[in-house]
């Protein structure tokens, strides 16, 4: 019964929203958000056994797809459209699926989560395979939709996560690496873009960096997979490269221009004080990794 999930439940000290002054009410919602990464820390090692398989199912050339509905689903294209130009990976290795499709991203389209056969068909339309991983994502943990698409993952033989905000959900008893944030009512009673819609943004944070920290598109805290495209991101890709390699601005602008606009090339020729294409080499070695190219310098 809907009435008995966690998400649908009433929170405490919340029952006379419509008579507090607005401070009153901010400080209502504040209070309660403070509770959300708890819930979230609380999982950590859920996440992190789904963050091991989806990095490795990434490293044998497989894709990560989001899935979900109304809110979640938004989640899921938000963090998988955000990864490009993050940490400069094809498009289509990160994929978000909406219920209702693009429109549904600025128009709701709330009937659409209901069809749990649309579910599969947009999971197969979107060329998902058995290499790839399926993270279906329903706060309430029962959508049909998202359930359609798990159902088709699993007939596939794929790695499937689920991050749903209710205990021993449906979704997670259906997938390989269930997720379970709980960070309980909604303040506004049965709202879940409010806690369980941040619950979910920061376990799919930390998914999509952990992930690709995995994979090597990070050294140290840095972004050294950054695209310079446009003048802000040049001049970051130079700071990280003047940080890295402890040289001056101008030395990390040429480097930048010689490296072919690769920050992790730059840092590699400038630390090994090798040519372009002997970086290029290393790094291919190394599956691009800065760490490992660096290491057979006696460099980290």
Known sequence: MLDDLLTEQSYPGSGDLDSLPIAQILEILNAADTEVPLAVGREIPQIARAVE??????????????????TSGRLGVLDATECPPTFNVAPEMVQGIIAGGVSALVRSSETSEDDSAAGARDLLASGFGAGDVLVAIAA??????????????????????????????????????PIEPKPGPEVLAGSTRLRAGTATKLVLNMISTSVMIRLGHVYGNQMVNVQPTNQKLTDRARRIISQISGVSSERAAELLETSGNSVRTAIIMEKAKVSRGEAERLLSLAGGRIREALASFGQV
């Open 140 to 177: 309430s943990g029962r959508t049909p939709y998202v359930l359609g698409a798990v159902a088709k993952a699993k007939t596939l033989g794929a790695i499937t996560c689920g991050i749903s905000c209710t205990p021993d959900s449906e979704l997670s008893r259906a997938v390989d690496y």
């Open 53 to 70: 398989a989806i990095a490795g199912a990434l490293e044998r050339g497989g894709h990560l797809v989001y899935t979900g509905a109304g």
